[in-house]
């Protein structure tokens, strides 16, 4: 039986909210109504939800501290940065010149423990499983599962 549910997207600048409307027409006016017992697996996400809500109907926008930034996103930076001086025919030192700096560079390159090759080396690892699909377990929310495999030389004819 197919689901009897409609679906209303909110969107406040780049925050949007969802709601799934059972049981009347969202054409019409509706009655927002909501169980008052949640499951505990339940109970964050549509606490969330109904705060988001009653935000945007009160002040005509979303607050901004219920959408905090998410926490991957400077590693994931760094990492199609890495993806993107890669894919250009950079060397990882010229990678690592361009995201951390010179200085650094120069001073931490021959490092006897290799900490920041292995930074570079892994973050153009990362990026490029990503490329290759590990995107699509953004969608799911898994991790990324990367395993070293070392990129093919390029050869120059």
């Known amino acids: 039986m197919p689901d009897k549910s409609q679906h209303v997207l909110l969107r406040n600048a780049h925050r949007s909210l969802q709601l799934a409307v059972s049981g009347a027409d969202i054409l019409r006016p509706v009655y927002l109504r909501a169980e008052a017992i949640w499951p505990a697996a339940l109970s964050k996400h549509r606490l969330w939800a109904l705060e988001c809500l009653n935000a945007l109907c009160a002040h005509g926008q979303m607050p901004t501290r219920l959408f905090p930034p998410d926490k991957r996103g400077p590693r994931l930076t760094f990492v199609l940065r890495a993806l993107d001086g890669s894919l250009a025919g950079a060397s990882h030192r010229e990678i690592a010149e361009a995201l951390i700096g010179q200085g650094r560079v120069h001073a931490d390159w021959r490092d006897p423990r290799d900490h920041l090759r292995d930074r570079i080396r892994r973050a153009v690892t990362r990026g490029h499983a990503l490329m ?26």
């Open 132 to 157: 290759n699909g590990g995107y699509r377990d953004f969608y799911v929310g898994k991790s990324i599962a990367v395993r070293a495999v070392r990129q093919p030389a390029k050869i120059s004819l």
